[in-house]
């Protein structure tokens, strides 16, 4: 997964069946051992997250994008200083917010996500664990890794993507994407696990391009956004994403001191497969974002689960020396 963070956080983890398996069937696999990242939260995101993340899970320039959709204004507008992606590492405990017919009895976790501002692009990675047990008392451990290089014009990202279940590894991608400008087209090169080439669609957009739009979009009173997205945890391409930002509001006093002059609100990102004939989409999730793309209070829907996240732990790396 990474949570698309949504900095994408990069989680996204996506499921190949929609349910578990009859509790009868003892010798089967339940299908969520069948999972890949998608922010993020990362994105994250991304992991988002994916574990896209934070696949946002992750300005360019909402002016020149082509597929943005569905704007309305909020009664706020807030004349803070320009949203940006600052070097941090968060540490969050992950626990089980709900599970549909009890399919996953317990669930717990951890998601720890770290961006370097490297002066002429931003260094990401997300490592993600995540402990299931079903209604039969079978135990599962899935862990993600998410890293990448993203340029701060948009346009390249280098990323790395490996998924394990228990100790076997499920998924690994590598590769480079590179558009003709943030918000345009290109294409995206894996080595990993096979060489092929896969055409992103105009309007595409990279995890912290991605991020920093959504800010944007927010700190200038918008309340919807649709792009696609390309992060680096699906081979498919990129996939649509589809943003509601909500209850935007000025600075507060935060548990973390470095947090409490910045604006902040509810950011819900949805991720649908372009070629999906359904409406319901691939993978979702919330959270709360400041205008520094650092996200707290994190809900990554599953679909037969949604893990809750929590900033744990928390540290603002010092700017760069360029």
């Known amino acids: 997964m990474p949570v698309r963070h949504p900095n994408g956080i990069t989680c996204r983890c ?12 003892a010798s089967s696999t339940p299908d969520w051992l069948f999972w890949r990242p998608a922010a993020r939260p990362p994105m994250i995101m991304s992991t988002t997250t994916r574990v896209r993340r934070m696949r946002l899970p992750a300005a360019v320039l909402i002016a020149v994008m082509t597929p943005l ?19 941090h590492r968060a540490t969050y405990a992950l626990g ?27 260094t990401t990675s997300q490592h993600l664990i995540i402990n299931l047990t079903d209604r039969d008392g079978r135990e599962v451990r899935m862990v993600s890794d998410y890293a990448t290089f993203e340029t701060k014009d948009g346009s390249k990202l280098t990323f790395h993507t490996k998924q394990m279940t228990d100790q076997t590894v499920t998924e690994q991608l590598d590769g480079v994407a590179v558009l003709d400008r943030s918000g345009g087209h290109g294409h995206a090169d894996f080595s990993a696990p096979e060489h092929k080439r896969v055409l992103l669609p105009a309007g595409t957009m990279l995890p912290n391009a991605h ?18 997205l390309f992060d680096g945890t699906g081979s498919d391409g990129a996939q649509d994403s589809f943003v509601t930002i909500e209850n935007w509001h ?44 650092v996200a707290d209070d994190l809900a990554m829907n599953f679909g037969d689960f949604v893990m809750a996240g929590k900033l744990d732990q928390f540290e603002l790396k010092n700017g760069p020396r360029c």
């Not at 549909?100 to 770290?114: E, F, I, K, P, R």
């Not at 006093?253 to 691939?282: N, Y």
Request: with cysteine; aromatic share 10%.
């Open 211 to 228: 991020t920093l739009a959504v800010l944007q979009a927010a700190m200038t009173g918008k309340r919807f956004l649709a792009v696609p």
């Open 69 to 87: 959709t569905a704007w309305a204004a909020t009664p706020a507008v807030f004349n803070a200083a320009a949203p940006t992606i600052a070097g």
């Open 96 to 122: 089980l917010k709900s599970s549909t017919d009890q399919g996953v009895l317990a669930a717990d976790g951890s998601m720890t996500y770290d961006v370097t501002d490297a002066c002429t692009g931003w």
């Open 250 to 293: 000025g600075p507060r006093t935060e548990k973390w001191s470095s947090l409490s002059g910045l604006p902040s609100g509810r950011v819900h990102v949805a991720f649908f497969d372009r070629d999906q004939t359904t409406e319901m989409p691939d993978y979702e999730i919330g959270m709360r974002y400041f205008n520094n793309g």
């Open 14 to 25: 996506r499921k190949e069946q929609p349910r578990l398996i009859a509790s009868d069937e």
